[in-house]
């Protein structure tokens, strides 16, 4: 029975009952920046997702953590722009890593030249991506007042994928919308009840998902106008978006911040 639903749902679930995911960022007014990014995996997805990769075939690496460091070292080898500055993992369900990048408008080429082509001419850099797709980061200055906006959505999750954590590391990569299937969060939920049946009742798998979220503290070197989407603390933003939001992006997600 196990064994039956890995094989139909390991590349549907999302890692998203019982995780964390907290990211502290910081933005210059030039467009250049750093992050800190922890992952924390809670003991109901660490079970199950041992149980996955041993059906596979594949035991955990990096003396038994859930998250292959290799792996994500070797994504940030070669991106133009973004350095990483550190990477470790404390417990096997934790994941910390460092990096800082140049030009926040230069972290999805593919994006940025899709906006500065026809749509898919030679400009166009990777898989063919439509010129109405938004980047995700984008920053903007209007009469001296900077504006960063996060825009999450299926058009440019693909873009996101495809940077580190996400590349190249199984458990990260399938914390996102799989293909082209589309779930609404009633279904995409029924689909973990099913997925957990074996682990623990629907009781619990419901609260651990209420208790799963992405956070991202935003801090600007300046004073900050406004914000849409989260909570202002003197020159930071608080950003709190529920994981289910994210793997499902049933709606897309908008979050912003203006400063001076």
Same mark, same amino acid.
């Given at each position: 029975? /196990?064994?039956? /639903?890995?094989?139909?749902?390991?590349?549907?679930?999302?890692?998203?009952? *019982?995780?964390?995911?907290?990211?502290?960022? %910081?933005i210059?007014?030039?467009?250049?920046?750093? +992050?800190?990014?922890?992952?924390?995996?809670?003991?109901?997805?660490?079970? &199950?997702?041992?149980?996955?990769?041993?059906?596979?075939?594949?035991?955990?690496?990096?003396?038994?953590?859930?998250?292959?460091?290799?792996?994500?070292?070797?994504?940030?080898?070669?991106? =133009? *722009?973004?350095?990483?500055?550190?990477?470790?993992?404390?417990?096997?369900?934790?994941?910390?890593?460092?990096?800082?990048?140049?030009?926040?408008?230069?972290?999805?080429?593919?994006?940025?030249? +899709?906006?500065?082509?026809?749509?898919?001419?030679?400009?166009?850099?990777?898989?063919?991506?439509?010129?109405?797709?938004?980047?995700?980061?984008?920053l903007?200055?209007?009469?001296?007042? /900077?504006?960063? %906006?996060?825009?999450?959505?299926?058009?440019?999750?693909?873009?996101?994928?495809? $940077?580190?954590?996400?590349?190249?590391?199984? $458990?990260?990569?399938?914390?996102?919308?799989? *293909?082209?299937?589309?779930?609404?969060?009633?279904?995409?939920?029924? $689909?973990?009840e099913?997925?957990?049946?074996? &682990?623990?009742?629907?009781? =619990?798998?419901?609260?651990?998902?209420?208790?799963?979220?992405?956070?991202?503290?935003?801090?600007? /070197?300046?004073?900050?106008?406004?914000?849409?989407?989260?909570?202002?603390?003197?020159?930071?933003?608080?950003?709190?978006?529920?994981?289910?939001?994210? +793997?499902?992006?049933? =709606?897309?997600?908008?979050?912003?911040?203006?400063?001076?």
């Amino acid at each position: 029975m /196990k064994a039956a /639903k890995y094989g139909l749902l390991a590349a549907a679930v999302l890692t998203v009952v *019982g995780c964390s995911m907290r990211q502290q960022v %910081t933005i210059d007014p030039n467009g250049s920046g750093s +992050a800190e990014v922890e992952v924390t995996l809670g003991p109901l997805i660490v079970q &199950y997702m041992t149980d996955v990769i041993g059906s596979l075939g594949n035991p955990p690496t990096d003396g038994g953590t859930l998250f292959d460091l290799s792996r994500i070292r070797n994504a940030f080898t070669g991106l =133009k *722009g973004v350095e990483l500055t550190s990477l470790s993992n404390p417990s096997r369900d934790t994941l910390r890593m460092g990096f800082s990048f140049d030009d926040v408008n230069s972290l999805f080429p593919e994006l940025t030249a +899709a906006a500065e082509t026809s749509g898919g001419g030679s400009g166009a850099r990777g898989p063919s991506i439509s010129r109405q797709t938004t980047s995700p980061l984008v920053l903007t200055s209007h009469n001296g007042i /900077k504006t960063l %906006t996060l825009t999450l959505s299926r058009a440019n999750w693909p873009a996101v994928a495809a $940077l580190p954590p996400f590349r190249d590391d199984p $458990l990260l990569a399938s914390l996102a919308p799989q *293909g082209s299937k589309r779930y609404s969060e009633e279904e995409y939920l029924n $689909l973990l009840e099913y997925a957990f049946a074996d &682990y623990a009742n629907e009781q =619990k798998i419901r609260q651990a998902l209420t208790s799963s979220f992405m956070t991202i503290v935003l801090n600007v /070197k300046g004073t900050v106008v406004s914000e849409s989407g989260g909570a202002r603390t003197g020159n930071s933003v608080t950003f709190r978006v529920p994981l289910i939001a994210i +793997a499902t992006l049933e =709606k897309p997600i908008e979050l912003s911040v203006s400063f001076r």
